[in-house]
C-alpha cells in the first residue's frame, strides 16, 4: 500500500518522485524496463531550451522558463554537468526575418531573459560556420547542455536515498479503482494499491489515461533520428544552432555536448509504432541535408552513433498536468514532449502542489538534497590520479580506452543507490562505450566486471533488460 504510485522512471518520473521523496509520505515508482532512463529521456537533443518557442501562456512556455532557472542549482546539487553555452535561432531567408522578431516577441512575453536580435554580421562572428545564406539570428544566452541520462538518474537517485522505491521490470497492465477510492495497479511483477497515481509514462501516458478514464486521450510518437559526431567534430560550433520553428517542432539543431562531441538532429517522423526507435537511412539522409542548411561543411565523416528516441505529442500540443476530471486522485503527466527536459524540474515542482493541495504534505526532517555522481578520472592531475590508485587501485585500470573510464568508476556505478545491471546502465551512468569505438574494446571486459560484481553468468548479461542478451551460450568449457 503507497500514498502515491508513479507510473514511469524517466526524467518526468524521476523528478516528481525527488520532489515527493522530500515529504513524509510512502512513494513507489513503476517501471516497465530494467532501469531508469530508458524511454524518450534516453534519446533527446540534451538541451535546456530558453523557453522563447512556446505559446504564451501555456505550460510549455511557464514551465520551460522555471525549469531553465532552477537547473543551476539542481545540477550542483546532483554534481553533473550543465553549462549555459546559448543557442541561436538562424534565419536564411530574407522573407523570413519578421519570424525571427515573433519569436523575440513571444520569448519576452514568457519572460526568457537576456534575448538579443543579431544581424547577419553579429551572428557570423560568433558562429563562423553558419551557412552563407545566414540573414540573421536570434540570440538566446540562457538555453544551455546538459546530459540526461546523468540529469535522469541523478534524481532518481535522490528520491531512492530519501525512501522513494523503484519497481524495475514492471509494466502496468491495468488499474482499477475500488469503492474505497483507492486504486490498484495490476503489473507483470504483481499488484500495487496507491492512494494517488500519477501517470508518467511517455509515450505511453495515453494508455496509462485511458485505463481509468472515460475522456480519452491520444497521443502521437514522433521519431527523432540523431548522430553523434566524434570529439574530433565538437568545437565546430559554439552555441546550440537552431533552424526557424515549425509546427512539427524546432527542426534539425547542430550543438555540442557536454562531453565535448557535437550532436545533430532530431528528424520529426510521425510514427504509430511506440517502440519505434530504429533509424533509417532516409532518416539520417533528412538531417544531414537539413542541418547542412544551416551550418555548412559540417563534418558528417565523423560520426561514430546514430540512434533515434520518441516524443510524445499530445493532440492539444501543449503538456497536460492535473488530475483527470473524470477519475480524482489520478494525476496525468502527459505529452511531455520538447522542452520536457527542461521543464522537469518545473513539472515535479507542479504535481507537488497539485498533492499537496489533496494529501496536505508534510516534510520530511534531514531530507537529502545533495548526492555525489560517479567519481570521475577525466580531469584529475597526475597527482591526484596517483592518490586515487593509492586509495583505490581499480582506478589505474583502464577499461574504456576512447573515454578513459576505469574499472574503479565501473565499479561505482553497479554499487551506488540504483546500480546499473546492464551494459547500457554502465554506459549512461560512466560513457564507457560511448566513445569513438562504441565498445567494440570494452564491452568484454565490462561485461567479466559485471558478472564479477553480481555474481551472474555471461548468458545473463543484457545490453538493456528484456531478451537483448549479448551472449547466447557457451562454446566450450571453461578451463
Do not use: W
Given at each position: 500500500?503507497?500514498?502515491?504510485?508513479?507510473?514511469?522512471?524517466?526524467?518526468?518520473?524521476?523528478?516528481?518522485?525527488?520532489?515527493?521523496?522530500?515529504?513524509?509520505?510512502?512513494?513507489?515508482?513503476?517501471?516497465?524496463?530494467?532501469?531508469?532512463?530508458?524511454?524518450?529521456?534516453?534519446?533527446?537533443?540534451?538541451?535546456?531550451?530558453?523557453?522563447?518557442?512556446?505559446?504564451?501562456?501555456?505550460?510549455?512556455?511557464?514551465?520551460?522558463?522555471?525549469?531553465?532557472?532552477?537547473?543551476?542549482?539542481?545540477?550542483?546539487?546532483?554534481?553533473?554537468?550543465?553549462?549555459?553555452?546559448?543557442?541561436?535561432?538562424?534565419?536564411?531567408?530574407?522573407?523570413?526575418?519578421?519570424?525571427?522578431?515573433?519569436?523575440?516577441?513571444?520569448?519576452?512575453?514568457n519572460g526568457v531573459k537576456g534575448l538579443k536580435?543579431?544581424?547577419?554580421?553579429?551572428?557570423?562572428?560568433?558562429?563562423?560556420?553558419?551557412?552563407?545564406?545566414?540573414?540573421?539570428?536570434?540570440?538566446?544566452?540562457?538555453?544551455?547542455?546538459?546530459?540526461?541520462?546523468?540529469?535522469?538518474?541523478?534524481?532518481?537517485?535522490?528520491?531512492?536515498?530519501?525512501?522513494?522505491?523503484?519497481?524495475?521490470?514492471?509494466?502496468?497492465?491495468?488499474i482499477k479503482k475500488d469503492n474505497d477510492g483507492?486504486?490498484?495497479?495490476?503489473?507483470?511483477?504483481?499488484?500495487?494499491?496507491?492512494?494517488?497515481?500519477?501517470?508518467?509514462?511517455?509515450?505511453?501516458?495515453?494508455?496509462?489515461?485511458?485505463?481509468?478514464?472515460?475522456?480519452?486521450?491520444?497521443?502521437?510518437?514522433?521519431?527523432?533520428?540523431?548522430?553523434?559526431?566524434?570529439?574530433?567534430?565538437?568545437?565546430?560550433?559554439?552555441?546550440?544552432?537552431?533552424?526557424?520553428?515549425?509546427?512539427?517542432?524546432?527542426?534539425?539543431?547542430?550543438?555540442?555536448?557536454?562531453?565535448?562531441?557535437?550532436?545533430?538532429?532530431?528528424?520529426?517522423?510521425?510514427?504509430?509504432?511506440?517502440?519505434?526507435?530504429?533509424?533509417?537511412?532516409?532518416?539520417?539522409?533528412?538531417?544531414?541535408?537539413?542541418?547542412?542548411?544551416?551550418?555548412?561543411?559540417?563534418?558528417?565523416?565523423?560520426?561514430?552513433?546514430?540512434?533515434?528516441?520518441?516524443?510524445?505529442?499530445?493532440?492539444?500540443?501543449?503538456?497536460?498536468?492535473?488530475?483527470?476530471?473524470?477519475?480524482?486522485?489520478?494525476?496525468?503527466?502527459?505529452?511531455?514532449?520538447?522542452?520536457?527536459?527542461?521543464?522537469?524540474?518545473?513539472?515535479?515542482?507542479?504535481?507537488?502542489?497539485?498533492?499537496?493541495?489533496?494529501?496536505?504534505?508534510?516534510?520530511?526532517?534531514?531530507?537529502?538534497?545533495?548526492?555525489?555522481?560517479?567519481?570521475?578520472?577525466?580531469?584529475?592531475?597526475?597527482?591526484?590520479?596517483?592518490?586515487?590508485?593509492?586509495?583505490?587501485?581499480?582506478?589505474?585500470?583502464?577499461?574504456?580506452?576512447?573515454?578513459?573510464?576505469?574499472?574503479?568508476?565501473?565499479?561505482?556505478?553497479?554499487?551506488?543507490?540504483?546500480?546499473?545491471?546492464?551494459?547500457?546502465?554502465?554506459?549512461?551512468?560512466?560513457?564507457?562505450?560511448?566513445?569513438?569505438?562504441?565498445?567494440?574494446?570494452?564491452?568484454?571486459?565490462?561485461?567479466?566486471?559485471?558478472?564479477?560484481?553480481?555474481?551472474?553468468?555471461?548468458?545473463?548479461?543484457?545490453?538493456?533488460?528484456?531478451?537483448?542478451?549479448?551472449?547466447?551460450?557457451?562454446?566450450?568449457?571453461?578451463?
Amino acid at each position: 500500500m503507497y500514498d502515491v504510485v508513479i507510473i514511469g522512471a524517466g526524467v518526468t518520473g524521476a523528478a516528481i518522485a525527488s520532489e515527493l521523496a522530500k515529504y513524509d509520505i510512502k512513494t513507489c515508482i513503476l517501471e516497465k524496463c530494467s532501469d531508469v532512463c530508458e524511454g524518450t529521456s534516453k534519446a533527446n537533443s540534451a538541451i535546456i531550451h530558453a523557453g522563447y518557442d512556446a505559446a504564451e501562456g501555456s505550460l510549455k512556455a511557464k514551465l520551460n522558463v522555471r525549469g531553465n532557472e532552477m537547473m543551476d542549482k539542481l545540477c550542483e546539487d546532483l554534481d553533473i554537468p550543465f553549462k549555459r553555452i546559448g543557442s541561436l535561432v538562424v534565419c536564411i531567408y530574407k522573407e523570413a526575418l519578421p519570424g525571427l522578431k515573433e519569436l523575440y516577441d513571444r520569448g519576452i512575453k514568457n519572460g526568457v531573459k537576456g534575448l538579443k536580435l543579431l544581424s547577419r554580421e553579429e551572428a557570423l562572428t560568433m558562429e563562423p560556420n553558419l551557412s552563407d545564406d545566414t540573414q540573421g539570428a536570434l540570440f538566446a544566452p540562457s538555453a544551455g547542455i546538459i546530459c540526461p541520462f546523468e540529469l535522469n538518474i541523478g534524481m532518481a537517485e535522490i528520491a531512492a536515498m530519501n525512501g522513494a522505491e523503484f519497481k524495475l521490470n514492471t509494466e502496468v497492465k491495468d488499474i482499477k479503482k475500488d469503492n474505497d477510492g483507492k486504486f490498484r495497479i495490476i503489473t507483470s511483477n504483481g499488484e500495487y494499491t496507491a492512494r494517488y497515481v500519477v501517470n508518467a509514462a511517455g509515450v505511453y501516458a495515453d494508455v496509462i489515461h485511458n485505463m481509468v478514464s472515460t475522456q480519452k486521450m491520444h497521443i502521437t510518437q514522433r521519431r527523432g533520428d540523431y548522430c553523434l559526431l566524434d570529439k574530433q567534430a565538437g568545437g565546430y560550433v559554439n552555441h546550440v544552432i537552431f533552424p526557424q520553428p515549425t509546427e512539427l517542432g524546432k527542426g534539425v539543431l547542430i550543438s555540442p555536448t557536454v562531453h565535448g562531441n557535437l550532436i545533430v538532429g532530431p528528424t520529426a517522423i510521425e510514427t504509430e509504432d511506440k517502440e519505434g526507435t530504429g533509424t533509417t537511412a532516409e532518416g539520417i539522409g533528412e538531417l544531414t541535408q537539413k542541418a547542412g542548411s544551416h551550418v555548412k561543411n559540417i563534418p558528417m565523416n565523423k560520426v561514430i552513433t546514430s540512434f533515434a528516441g520518441l516524443r510524445a505529442h499530445e493532440d492539444g500540443n501543449d503538456f497536460i498536468i492535473g488530475e483527470a476530471e473524470d477519475v480524482p486522485g489520478f494525476i496525468d503527466c502527459a505529452g511531455i514532449e520538447s522542452p520536457g527536459l527542461s521543464s522537469c524540474p518545473a513539472i515535479g515542482e507542479m504535481v507537488c502542489v497539485i498533492l499537496d493541495k489533496l494529501m496536505n504534505l508534510k516534510k520530511k526532517e534531514n531530507v537529502i538534497t545533495k548526492r555525489k555522481a560517479v567519481r570521475r578520472t577525466e580531469g584529475l592531475s597526475t597527482e591526484e590520479m596517483n592518490l586515487l590508485i593509492k586509495e583505490n587501485p581499480a582506478y589505474g585500470n583502464v577499461i574504456c580506452r576512447c573515454e578513459s573510464i576505469t574499472e574503479g568508476e565501473i565499479l561505482d556505478a553497479i554499487h551506488r543507490p540504483l546500480g546499473a545491471t546492464t551494459l547500457d546502465g554502465i554506459k549512461r551512468r560512466t560513457r564507457a562505450g560511448m566513445g569513438r569505438c562504441q565498445a567494440g574494446f570494452c564491452m568484454p571486459r565490462t561485461m567479466e566486471i559485471l558478472s564479477r560484481e553480481l555474481g551472474i553468468k555471461y548468458e545473463d548479461i543484457t545490453k538493456s533488460g528484456g531478451s537483448s542478451n549479448i551472449v547466447l551460450e557457451r562454446t566450450k568449457e571453461e578451463a
